[in-house]
């Protein structure tokens, strides 16, 4: 996985995911897309 992605997760994550289980879905979606456009 791209060494920026956890970086990425923890600047993004307090504020696109709150802690519902939704919110962790969102994110987990963003950074599946991240991820692919870095890679």
Known sequence: MP???????KLL???IAPS?????E???EFL???ST???
């Open 37 to 39: 456009e870095l890679s």
């Open 3 to 9: 060494s920026g992605k956890s970086t990425i997760s």
């Open 20 to 24: 519902c289980s939704e919110g962790e």
């Open 13 to 15: 994550y307090p504020i």
């Open 26 to 28: 969102l994110l987990e």
């Open 32 to 34: 599946m897309i991240v």
